[in-house]
């Protein structure tokens, strides 16, 4: 498996850090990458026409979505810091090669739709500022592909500052645009108590969800919080959560601050003064100037959009980036990969402003922005699954109340999708000429993703009861045996593979010792890792063997039985005689697996050899 962003991962030193403030500070800076996108051009346009159309009574969405985003982005540092693995490694790590395929797919719409918002938005902010047409600014922004590797190659510490720098432009213009603004504070308290005005009101509210927690930002964290190189120790891992969680809440808070101070902006200028359709960003513009007085408010707008957008694309890329490799383990030069994502955002803009004109780019963000929300539910659920798996974190999953929370987030992402989805076919079936292309077309495609998301939920559940039965856990043991008058056998090593033939090993084992005996019981890792590493591997399957190992013991022990365990690693003929003959057994157990024909030659070979190297008798029980 290649590193997730190979050219910056563990490029920023955390350990020589050691006061406190240099120590957060050496950690600040992913989140402000992923904060961005939740301030980009899409989410301008949802957050416009939220506040013209209903006022100030949608900033408590702003407000729930910011408290998800706090959620779901810590818990994909958490899989960053604590695994290694981004969200499209785990994922390509968990599923078959097909979903993990349909998966990659999924999250490039995401990309590209988020692409397609931050390319309109900064075209409008270019459009806006210089009176550059339409679709000149929209070709412009495939000059940032160069700000990109130039910015990659000076670092990710530089990179971060950029971007900084620019989320605080884009902070100080809403600053003073509120205090131009002169916003009613009672209702915008108020607009903190949730109520949904309309159905219209649903379609802006799932697109501010849509706008703000977004799919691609998932991938983007886990993999941006492995740039920072710290003592990997368990001291080491709860540090980096606790300075990342620090970041993320500082950074998704100011991002907060931008959502809404749009929202308030919008509701204060237009509804109040009984402009409920000002949905254009273009518009927006024009109408500040008369209404808040200052030619200073539309220029800050304008900036505050360029500085967004730029902002967003560059995350936009890494995003990308991560996605392609994580899931194809496909790495392609940075710029070409630039530049196929600009292309897939630049042609559908194009297209649809020359066929409809300027007047349907608030139309076209506001789409792109619920087609984000709609990919939602295939990035959030496998992150709760890998988070919640005690093997794959390694101690560090998160807690019950927090699994019900983040289940319960998805809950609601889903189902605010689900009823979109539903009522926009039902309206297409109700008024198409054509319905059974669409039923043909549109309705199976729905059952499909309705499918595909059914499987993602469920399967990791399946997976780990299965799982639970193949590897043959030891409370699934029965171990009757027939106590004997004497036993000669006092010291007697096992050798187990957590398969059916555990038992029969354990049991003849027991007959032979009694209850007085000691046992050994003996796993030999065979990976790949541990033929090469030894001891020194830490990989998936050594986690589980160790855990099953404990297992064993346990529940042996608190049958009354002595138990000790010993963990190789390599070949099992080579191995095994070293454990043995410094140990002082009275014999070795093992189970077959009733292998015939060329099993049976294979294994037997094995025990040949094994047999020749040790001084004890060998026990083969069927």
């Given at each position: ?14 350990e ?32 416009i ?18 408290l ?22 785990a ?56 700000l ?14 950029f ?35 309309s159905?219209?009101?649903?379609y ?69 003064n ?5 949905a ?26 360029i ?201 003849n ?33 050594t ?50 697996h ?14 040949d ?14």
């Amino acid at each position: 498996m290649t590193k997730s962003l190979e050219e910056v991962h563990q490029s920023v030193a955390t350990e020589h850090k050691k006061t406190g403030f240099r120590k957060i500070l050496a950690f600040l800076g992913p989140a402000y990458l992923v904060s961005v996108g939740y301030m980009d051009p899409g989410n301008w346009a949802t957050d416009i026409a939220g506040g013209s159309q209903f006022g100030y009574s949608l900033l408590w969405v702003l407000l729930m979505s910011n408290l998800m985003a706090l959620l779901l982005q810590s818990l994909s540092a958490r899989l960053g810091i604590v695994t290694q693995r981004d969200l499209a490694q785990a994922s390509r790590e968990t599923y078959s090669k097909f979903i993990n395929y349909i998966l990659y797919f999924l999250a490039e719409i995401a990309i590209a739709a988020c692409d397609l918002a931050e390319v309109l938005g900064m075209a409008i902010g270019i459009n806006l500022l210089f009176d550059i047409p339409l679709i000149e600014g929209v070709l412009i922004t495939v000059l940032d592909t160069f700000l990109l590797l130039f910015l990659i190659n000076k670092g990710i510490r530089k990179m971060e500052a950029f971007i900084i720098v620019l989320v605080a432009i884009i902070g100080f213009s809403f600053i003073f645009e509120m205090i131009f603004a002169e916003p009613e504070l009672d209702k915008v308290i108020y607009g903190l108590v949730p109520s949904i005005p309309s159905s219209a009101a649903l379609y802006i509210a799932i697109g501010i969800i849509g706008a703000t927690v977004m799919p691609h930002n998932l991938y983007l964290h886990s993999s941006l919080v492995q740039t920072r190189k710290f003592d990997r120790t368990p001291a080491g891992i709860k540090q980096a959560l606790k300075y990342n969680f620090i970041d993320s809440t500082i950074a998704l808070n100011l991002a907060f601050f931008v959502n809404a101070a749009i929202l308030i902006l919008a509701a204060a200028t237009f509804y109040r003064n009984g402009m409920f359709e000002v949905a254009e960003i273009q518009d927006a513009h024009k109408f500040l100037e008369p209404l808040l007085g200052t030619k200073w408010a539309p220029v800050l707008f304008a900036v505050a959009l360029i500085a967004a957008g730029q902002s967003s694309t560059v995350t936009g890329t890494l995003a990308g980036q991560i996605v392609m490799e994580g899931y194809l383990n496909l790495r392609i030069q940075p710029w070409v990969r630039r530049i196929i994502t600009r292309l897939i955002a630049i042609i559908p803009a194009v297209v649809v402003i020359l066929i409809y004109g300027e007047s349907v780019t608030g139309k076209l963000l506001i789409l792109s922005q619920v087609i984000l929300s709609l990919q939602l539910g295939f990035a959030i659920i496998p992150l709760i699954h890998f988070v919640s798996d005690k093997t794959k974190m390694k101690g560090f999953h998160i807690s019950r109340t927090t699994q019900i929370a983040a289940w319960i987030i998805a809950l609601i992402i889903v189902s605010l999708n689900a009823k979109l989805v539903y009522d926009e076919i039902t309206s297409w079936l109700a008024t198409s000429n054509h319905p059974a292309i669409l039923w043909c077309t549109v309705v199976p495609l729905a059952f499909g993703f309705l499918g595909l998301l059914l499987y993602i939920v469920f399967k990791p559940f399946i997976a780990r009861i299965k799982s639970n039965i193949e590897n043959h856990s030891p409370h699934h043991l029965k171990l009757h045996f027939t106590p004997k008058e004497s036993y000669t056998k006092k010291n007697i090593a096992i050798s187990v593979d957590f398969s059916k033939a555990d038992e029969a090993a354990l049991n003849n084992a027991f007959e032979l010792g009694g209850i007085d005996a000691k046992y050994t019981l003996i796993h030999i890792v065979e990976t790949v890792g541990a033929l090469m590493y030894g001891g020194h591997v830490d990989d998936h399957e050594t986690t589980i063997d160790e855990k099953l190992l404990l297992q064993y013991k346990e529940m042996l022990s608190q049958k009354g039985f002595r138990i000790e365990t010993e963990l190789g690693f390599g070949k099992p003929n080579t191995v095994i005689p070293k454990i043995i003959n410094v140990g002082n057994f009275d014999i070795l157990v093992m189970g077959t697996h009733g292998h015939t024909g060329l099993k049976d030659i294979l294994f037997g070979t094995t025990v040949d050899k094994l047999r020749h190297k040790i001084s004890i008798p060998l026990l083969i029980v069927k």
